[in-house]
């Protein structure tokens, strides 16, 4: 297993970026979200991510020029149109926007539309939360996620992450998808050819599958099903009609890049000084969590596992993958 510094990483991803016309802030704020990804032990939402960037430029389905339009809507409610360009600092000025807005009145939102693929929530969420805040963040994906009953892929993926600051170590930090499990642990086993333990989709004719080839072929299940359907309906229609954007089975451009991303990223902000005392409710918060840590051994504090593989990457440096080896022998980077 070979692995690279982050630092390193983060320089030569820069760089690259920088290239191909993307303004050094910008790719700056691209490689560093990027590679949080792989810190937190999630490479498949890392900096393996530069092929698909990559695919994006040369298709002309992602723009380099970086601009955005931003909306006022309301007192608390901003919307950004980040018009096909780089999703990653587009997300993160929308959760500093909605971070600004909730210390101002409580609750903020700044949603996003037209942007790539922004990486892990839980690094958004996660920087909310160091300002004393409760953050929410929903994203709809292109479809690949079929009604349970059903045979056609209508919904994505789309995930929700959320962070709650603690009165001590790091926030509890949740991220997961509304699948039964992520398009990349589908990719990941398609790859390696290994059934699922259970059946966590369905192949083309509807019927419940193991075999990730056929699950590809007709298309994952939502978890819990269909309370994870509804749910997975409602971050489509927050991330989408509501924000002026589409219905999550038109949604493009999130994993093929042949078209240009059309999703939507809703940014949720709750300041909590503006509800409660921040000492009271961190500790009640922190109380809560090691209460429930304690009542199961199969269930981990979110955040704090992350934490802990992030401290540990940070000294060892992360894993270098084949798919990401290949692109800088590709675009003859050296390492």
């Known amino acids: 297993m070979v692995r690279i510094n982050h630092l390193k990483l983060i320089k030569k991803l820069s760089a690259w970026l920088v290239y191909q016309s993307i303004s050094v802030d910008l790719a700056d704020k691209t490689a560093r979200i990027l590679v949080e990804g792989d810190l937190a032990g999630h490479p498949g939402h890392g900096a393996e991510r530069i092929t698909q960037i990559r695919s994006g430029f040369a298709n002309q389905t992602i723009q380099t020029n970086g601009r955005h339009t931003v909306k006022k809507c309301s007192q608390t409610v901003t919307l950004i149109d980040a018009h096909y360009n780089l999703g990653y600092p587009v997300v993160e000025k929308a959760v500093h926007t909605a971070v600004d807005l909730a210390k101002q009145f409580g609750v903020g939102v700044c949603a996003v539309k037209n942007a790539s693929h922004i990486g892990i929530l839980g690094y958004y969420t996660n920087l909310a939360s160091q300002h004393s805040c409760v953050c929410v963040i929903l994203s709809s994906t292109s479809p690949a996620v079929v009604l349970p009953g059903g045979k056609e892929q209508l919904l994505g993926t789309n995930p929700i992450s959320y962070a709650i600051?603690?009165?001590?170590?790091?926030?509890?930090?949740?991220?997961?998808?509304?699948?039964?499990?992520?398009?990349?642990?589908?990719?990941?086993h398609m790859q390696s050819e290994l059934c699922f333990d259970s059946a966590v989709g369905v192949d083309a004719n509807g019927t419940p599958s193991r075999d990730p080839q056929q699950i590809a072929q007709g298309g994952l299940l939502p978890f819990g099903d269909l309370k994870g359907a509804h749910l997975s309906i409602l971050f489509s229609i927050l991330c989408g009609p509501l924000i002026g954007t589409v219905t999550n089975d038109f949604v493009k451009g999130t994993r093929s890049m042949e078209q240009s991303p059309n999703k939507g990223d809703f940014v949720l902000c709750f300041d909590v000084s503006s509800f409660?005392?921040?000492?009271?409710?961190?500790?009640?918060?922190?109380?809560?969590?090691?209460?429930?840590?304690?009542?199961?051994?199969?269930?981990?504090?979110?955040?704090?596992?992350?934490s802990e593989t992030r401290k540990k990457n940070m000294r060892d440096g992360v894993v270098l993958s084949d798919k990401l080896r290949r692109f800088f022998e590709e675009e003859a980077i050296s390492l």
């Open 165 to 188: 600051p603690m009165a001590s170590g790091p926030s509890y930090v949740a991220d997961f998808s509304t699948s039964s499990v992520s398009r990349t642990a589908l990719i990941e």
């Open 276 to 306: 409660t005392d921040i000492s009271t409710f961190t500790r009640s918060v922190q109380s809560f969590s090691e209460r429930i840590a304690a009542s199961s051994e199969r269930f981990r504090v979110p955040g704090a596992h992350t």
